[in-house]
């Protein structure tokens, strides 16, 4: 009487089989996934394998990576204040207003992103050389560009400005006009609304394109070698050291690319971090 019954809940209900094939499209998706994450993890893993000895961490103390890390330091601070000082008001600008032509000035903004590096710094090359299109006028002052730090600068800033111009409008659009809007029936002026309501609010987005400002600055290379030259003490950022070490010195060619890849490292966790934080403050 059992089997009876257990045999005819079995035609009823008969068992679904997973079709052929199935679990061939579910483990090779989940394969190629982690055959890309291996592809790029290796590399980092390599050169922190490779540099965590003795001669690298005796190499930190050589004087051309001292130099390369000072000059690299001071410029990179100088493109981070820049960027808040004259990327800051376009984009709180792009966030907040619609013109005719918005969708002109976004794509200026974000062209250097995509344009190679060594075109961004031919092109500055071009505009403030001395044979450049503001190289006579330069000149009449007695302004040299290509070749100092200066050039750094103006390189760093050239690639780099558009990510925190991009991130900060983000997080402008995400501050509600509504509280802006209270605050100004509350008597608050433009400046007020803007430091004590605007920006705290919006401060984690601006935050996240500092650090990547600041990352992409550092780690700038094509630009700044066209710009600004390979000098040591003057124009060599840790970029450009690694490739000079590396004419001569695996070990101090190690020495900084560790240093670069802590920088990295530090700067997509702590942007993590903060963005998680953010979202699940927001979910709460």
């Known amino acids: 009487m ?7 809940l079995a035609q009823a209900y008969p068992v679904a089989r997973e079709p052929a094939g199935t679990t061939v499209g579910r483990l090779l998706p989940r394969g190629l996934a982690v055959l890309v994450l291996v592809y790029l993890l290796l590399p980092l893993l390599a050169v922190v394998l490779r540099g965590a000895s003795i001669e690298t ?17 001071l410029t990179t601070a100088l493109v981070v204040l820049a960027a808040i000082v004259f990327g800051t008001p376009l984009a709180y600008y792009l966030a907040r207003t619609d013109f005719r032509g918005k969708a002109i000035v976004e ?12 075109i961004a710094g031919v092109g500055l090359l071009m505009a403030f050389g001395r044979r450049g299109l503001f190289g006579p006028v330069l000149e009449r002052f007695d302004i040299v560009l290509p070749y100092t730090t200066a050039a750094v600068v103006l390189a760093q800033l050239y690639v780099s400005v558009p990510f925190y111009i991009r991130a900060a409008a983000l997080g402008f659009r995400g501050v509600p006009r509504e509280v802006e ?10 400046w007020e609304r803007f430091r004590y309501v605007v920006v705290p609010l919006a ?8 650090l990547l400002c600041a990352t992409r600055a550092a780690s ?3 630009a700044t070698l066209m710009f600004a030259g390979n000098f040591p003490g003057r124009t060599q950022t840790l970029t450009l050291a690694v490739m000079t ?11 900084l690319s560790v240093l670069l890849v802590a920088a990295a490292v530090a700067v997509v966790l702590g942007t993590r971090l ?4 953010r979202d699940e403050g927001g979910v709460a």
């Open 203 to 210: 401060f984690p987005g601006m935050l996240s394109g500092l």
């Open 2 to 8: 059992v089997e009876a019954t257990e045999r005819s």
């Open 57 to 73: 961490i005796r190499a930190l103390g050589d004087p051309l990576v001292t130099a390369a890390l000072r000059l690299t330091g």
């Open 181 to 190: 809007e209270a605050a100004a029936v509350d008597g608050a002026s433009t």
């Open 245 to 255: 070490a590396m004419e001569s010195s695996v070990s101090r060619a190690l020495a």
């Open 220 to 222: 700038e290379f094509g």
């Open 107 to 118: 794509t200026l903004v974000e062209l250097p992103i995509a344009l190679p590096p060594v």
């Open 274 to 277: 903060l963005f998680g934080q």
